[in-house]
């Protein structure tokens, strides 16, 4: 087994623990959510994902963020959809944008699909960190998505990882208490 795919394993283990943790309320999540985004970060930029190598450095941020913000107890916050219209709305916009710029000036294999899924992953795990409950459907529509483009690039321990987080995705909105 090569090296890339052993980090490969470790980073898809350490990023569904810190879901998994996450689903639980358990503050140890935040711990894998920096160690694994570290990990992907290699790897995403070797198979020319770029906006996802960003993405990865915005999660280890963003891990340090949640535990800083969390405050010892689990929250659970509503907003309403008019909300979620804006973020979608400026999301897709910049979606665009990031896509635009990825095409004509890198040589990223999927740009707007890589452009998509970073833009959006970044808005859900900001509302994740916040607490934000409707996280998960954004991240339902994500892990969906990564999964296909993960798949396309032959990174299918990742895209492994994505079908987990899909159902996970599912089990955090509904509450369903499965992980």
Same mark, same amino acid.
């Given at each position: ?12 283990v ?17 711990? !894998?959510? #920096?160690?694994?985004?570290?990990? &992907? +970060? ?6 020319? +994902?770029?906006?996802?190598? &960003? ?6 941020f ?6 800083l ?12 959809a ?33 452009? &998509? ?10 509302l ?5 409950h409707?996280?998960?459907?954004? !991240?339902? #529509? ?12 032959k990174l299918? +321990?990742?895209?492994i990882?994505?079908?987990v987080?899909?159902?996970?995705? #599912? ?6 208490? +499965? &992980?």
């Amino acid at each position: 087994m090569n090296k890339n795919k052993i980090i490969e394993i470790l980073a898809v283990v350490l990023n569904l623990l810190f879901t998994f943790f996450y689903l639980k309320g358990n503050s140890i999540c935040f711990l !894998f959510g #920096v160690i694994s985004p570290l990990l &992907f +970060i290699s790897l995403t930029w070797q198979r020319k +994902i770029y906006a996802d190598t &960003f993405l990865q450095l915005f999660y280890v941020f963003m891990a340090v963020y949640g535990y800083l913000h969390w405050g010892g107890e689990w929250k659970k916050i509503h907003w309403l959809a008019s909300t979620h219209l804006l973020f979608i709305l400026a999301g897709t916009a910049i979606t665009i944008a990031s896509g635009y710029w990825l095409r004509h000036k890198t040589d990223a294999a999927k740009p707007y699909l890589d452009s &998509f899924t970073t833009v959006f992953a970044i808005i859900a795990t900001w509302l994740m960190m916040n607490f934000v409950h409707e996280n998960w459907l954004y !991240f339902m #529509v994500i892990n969906a998505t990564s999964l296909a483009l993960y798949v396309n690039r032959k990174l299918y +321990i990742g895209a492994i990882m994505f079908a987990v987080y899909l159902l996970m995705s #599912v089990d955090g909105y509904f509450e369903l208490n +499965i &992980f």
